[in-house]
């Protein structure tokens, strides 16, 4: 497999952190997907597309544990 965006060979299994937007929060899916190591493009087969809609349903319901790691600050500099 060629990857589509820069035509590299390297295409390998990862685990990534796919992110789910709700609001002003992230939060962090970890999936295994295939990845280019030239480019970073991302090859999402049907599992792990069905496993982001199943997460997102269950964010949208209140029916996940989320843990929080971190914050976003913003500076207000002018």
Known sequence: MKCII?????????TVD????KGNDIILIPLDIIVCSNCGERY???KAINR???IRS??????VEVEEIGK?????AE
């Open 6 to 14: 820069c035509r590299g060979s390297n295409i390998i299994p990862k």
């Open 18 to 21: 796919e992110e789910i937007r």
């Open 44 to 46: 999402y087969n049907k």
């Open 52 to 54: 982001i809609e199943e």
């Open 72 to 76: 976003v600050m913003r500076a207000n």
């Open 58 to 63: 269950k964010i949208e319901n209140q029916e």
